[in-house]
Nanobody, 121 residues
Framework: QVQLVESGGGLVQPGGSLRLSCVAS????????MGWYRQAPGKQRELVAR???????NYADSVKGRFTISRDNAKNTVYLQMNSLKPEDTAVYYC???????????????WGQGTQVTVSS
């Protein structure tokens, strides 16, 4: 089994900061990429940021310059530092990992349960 557990969500005022963490645990051979997606009420889930095993990253245009994704490969953990938060960043944030459970297996996507981020005064 593989489990992704997020933490760090909460309520913050506009302009504030939050740091999300996600730990992947279980039967894991290698992780190709980890990332964060978000889903606001009435909207589709969208990519926020993603980081690959080699360290390359990509970001949604709406968060570039404000959010930073990082990864600790030894701990199977991904972080999302969110600065200059705006009300439109309010959403449930989901951790995602593209990983292999054994050397001969294909890679699959796994999801966390989500953590609520609310930006409001």
């Amino acid at each position: 089994q593989v489990q992704l557990v997020e933490s760090g969500g909460g309520l913050v005022q506009p302009g504030g900061s939050l740091r999300l963490s996600c730990v992947a645990s279980g039967n894991i051979f290698s992780i190709n990429a980890m990332g964060w997606y978000r889903q606001a009420p009435g909207k589709q889930r969208e990519l926020v940021a993603r980081i690959f095993s080699g360290g390359s990253t990509n970001y949604a245009d709406s968060v570039k310059g404000r959010f930073t994704i990082s990864r600790d490969n030894a701990k199977n953990t991904v972080y999302l530092q969110m600065n200059s938060l705006k009300p439109e960043d309010t959403a449930v944030y989901y951790c995602n990992a593209d990983l292999q459970r054994s050397p001969l297996s294909m890679s699959y996507n796994y999801w966390g349960q989500g953590t609520q981020v609310t930006v409001s005064s």
